[in-house]
């Protein structure tokens, strides 16, 4: 059985991240970013797993997301991300292997490029890569931009939303894992359980690091690098995953047949068991930095 508990981090910028570990800190470290909307919740079954597997899983709150505490001045950068990515893995005590969606995935790619010595012993890209379907892009941002201000009148509501918006995905028979993804504000009304500012504001989700930003952090890396692609992405195509294998020879590949750009949530079994059998060949003293 994992142990479960609960930990807090301090961003160089003085805000608290909130995560969820789950089995022995003494075992090898995976650190769960979530991408952008979503929260630490969205990991959870990925995290179970690999914790019976023997790793200690670190589910993270990014910030402005989740119970992480919101940024006053809106500095929701990249770059902002990156360097909590770094904060949270020297807490940790070891080089955590970061597996990133999206926004976490962006994030933990570029922050390889701000340090000399890797603070990472590994990199899980999860749908994403330096160049992208910009339709795809505004696609997700227009999602989140919806219902800012009225947000939703009940749980069964805001599930109508998302199932027009994915329709591949089967509806779930409980929406107590949606539940942790809104918050009940004072009004009575359900509103996404992130701080609206990440989508308003200019250094928000439109503020997308630079494409050569992007693709020198991903020519300069040297860490163990898996891509998990959702075969019905609408991000990331199989032109964008052979580009990304042409900048990093070394890295992995698992295509998610079934799975959309949020794979971990379409496909949960077998992108768990795709990074799993990565994790498996990690040698011991990379796995551990």
């Not at 970013?33 to 690999?50: N, P, Y």
């Not at 999860?126 to 999602?143: L, R, S, Y």
């Not at 894992?177 to 990440?198: C, Q, S």
């Not at 070394?250 to 079934?258: E, I, P």
Request: charged share 25%; with cysteine.
């Amino acid at each position: 059985m994992t142990r479960l508990r609960e930990l807090r981090f301090r961003t160089d910028d003085g805000l608290e991240l909130v995560a969820d570990a789950y089995g022995e800190p003494a075992n090898r470290c995976v650190l769960f970013q979530h991408g952008g909307g979503q929260t630490r919740h969205s990991w959870k079954g990925s995290a179970e797993a690999l914790a019976a597997a023997g790793w200690y899983a670190v589910t993270l709150d990014l910030r402005g997301h989740g119970d992480s505490d919101w940024s006053a001045a809106g500095d929701y950068a990249l770059e902002r991300y990156a360097r909590d990515s770094l904060c949270v893995a020297k807490a940790l005590g070891q080089p955590p292997v970061v597996v990133g969606a999206s926004l976490g995935g962006i994030s933990g790619l570029l922050a390889t490029a701000l340090t000399e010595v890797p603070a990472f012993a590994a990199l899980v890209l999860v749908d994403v890569t330096p160049t992208m379907n910009p339709e795809g892009v505004e696609k997700i941002i227009g999602f989140m931009g919806e219902r800012l201000e009225e947000g939703f009148s009940s749980l069964e509501e805001a599930a109508d939303a998302i199932a027009t918006y994915l329709p591949h995905r089967p509806r779930p028979k409980s929406l107590e894992g949606l539940r942790k993804n809104l918050r009940e504000t004072g009004d009575g009304r359900f509103r996404w359980h992130w701080d609206p500012k990440f989508v308003t504001t200019r250094t928000g989700s439109r503020a997308l690091a630079s494409q050569p930003d992007l693709i020198a952090a991903t020519r300069a890396l040297q860490i163990p690098t898996l891509l998990v692609r959702g075969r019905m992405s609408e991000l990331v195509s199989e032109e964008h995953a052979d580009q990304f294998r042409e900048l990093v020879p070394h890295a992995a590949y698992a295509d998610v047949s079934g799975a959309g750009h949020m794979v971990a949530g379409d496909r949960n079994d077998a992108f768990t068991d795709a990074v799993a059998a990565f994790l498996a060949g990690l040698p011991e003293d990379e796995a551990r930095g």
